[in-house]
């Protein structure tokens, strides 16, 4: 197997997690700036939904049309917290 040269197209993020591709743009989660990123194809940045002071874990699309982003979110809790004490939430943007 050939090793790829990687192309750096955009930067600037903490960690970033749950790539999802829809629509010609790639849906993440930009983890320790608690926020959802929208990114063309390029780097350009075409949406951001910022969840702070919620963590932001997760991006999914989904319902009737695949085009409901839903997010899940949660405040940090010290380890130990039960599970269900933690006041995660899930959300949609329509």
Do not use: K, N
Not at 10 to 34: N, Q
């Amino acid at each position: 197997m050939q090793p790829r040269e990687l192309q750096v197209i955009a930067d600037g993020f903490t960690y970033l997690e749950s790539p999802r591709w829809h629509d010609g743009a790639l849906w993440f989660v930009d983890f320790y700036t608690h926020r959802a990123v929208r990114m063309a194809e390029g780097g350009r940045i075409l949406e951001q939904i910022d969840t702070a002071p919620e963590g932001i874990f997760a991006v999914a699309l989904g319902g009737d049309d695949g085009r409901t982003l839903f997010l899940c979110a949660a405040q940090r809790c010290p380890p130990g917290t039960p599970a269900g004490d933690a006041g995660g939430r899930a959300a949609f943007c329509a």
